[in-house]
């Protein structure tokens, strides 16, 4: 299974923005995914899961399928909650801000086709058997088992310390790493369990809850505190962790 943070920054290694690529042709989360992509990479994905509606996450959703206009020919899936879909109806697709999905379509299909998705219920996409997890996080968010036949990478999204998320993952021989949200340096713990995150200060105690012996990679990191972030993770000296490279593809 290849694995892709997608840059959303001009240097090419931050992540102000989230989208993560799984095979080309799925995309967790949009909020990168018509900055850090080529046209032709665009083009390739045909399914989109969002894990929940917060800006970073979704914000250039519309781009990527105006970008796509004059290219499809069947409608991109978006495999979101009934809330999440709403609120990008209410809030993004809308004329107020861009263009509403009543008329987002070509002369030969619609643009966005909605695929309902629910806490704990299995669903495929593109190939893979995704699960949604519900995490710890200001507004109802899903951490995502994205499995293969071979292999299962772990997603928690946004959230802070969380239980569920590591009950289901508990007997999942082969999961081959997890990505957590380490947002924020130790310094600003407090703001990082107030908006529900972690800090580097919080994630080792993470860890101890997590499969044993399963890679860890630190993803989200605020790009004001990447390099601060970085170097206190460094400083655990845990064997497991490491920090993701945005940009990087990594293959499992």
């Not at 989230?18 to 900055?35: E, F, S």
């Not at 508990?170 to 369990?193: N, Y």
């Not at 580097?200 to 997590?210: C, K, N, W």
């Amino acid at each position: 299974m290849k694995f892709k943070i997608v840059p959303s920054t001009r240097d090419g290694r931050q992540q102000l923005l989230t989208t993560y690529l799984i095979n080309d042709t799925l995309a967790i989360d949009a909020g990168a995914i018509a900055i850090g992509l080529t046209v032709a990479e665009q083009k390739r994905i045909r399914s989109v899961v969002i894990t929940h509606a917060h800006l970073d996450h979704v914000i250039s959703l519309p781009l990527f399928i105006t970008d796509l206009f004059d290219e499809l020919r069947e409608p991109i899936k978006v495999y979101a909650t009934p809330a999440d879909f709403d609120a990008l109806q209410q809030y993004i697709f809308t004329p107020r801000v861009w263009i509403g999905l009543d008329t987002m379509k070509n002369e030969h299909t619609e643009l966005i086709a909605h695929y309902p998705i629910k806490a704990g219920e299995t669903f495929m996409a593109e190939g893979l058997r995704l699960t949604p997890v519900p995490v710890t996080h200001t507004i109802l968010t899903h951490g995502l088992l994205v499995e293969d036949d071979d292999c299962a990478l772990l997603f928690t999204s946004d959230t802070a310390a969380t239980e569920r998320l590591w009950e289901v993952v508990a007997g999942c021989d082969k999961l081959r790493a997890i990505f957590i949200d380490v947002s924020f340096p130790q310094a600003l713990t407090e703001l990082a369990h107030v908006s529900g995150h972690h800090s580097s200060a919080t994630v080792l105690d993470e860890l101890s809850r997590m499969p044993k012996e399963v890679p860890v990679y630190a993803v989200h990191l605020k790009p004001a505190y990447r390099a601060q972030v970085e170097a206190e993770i460094a400083a655990l000296n845990h064997p497991r962790l490491q920090v993701a490279e945005v940009g990087r593809e990594y293959e499992f």
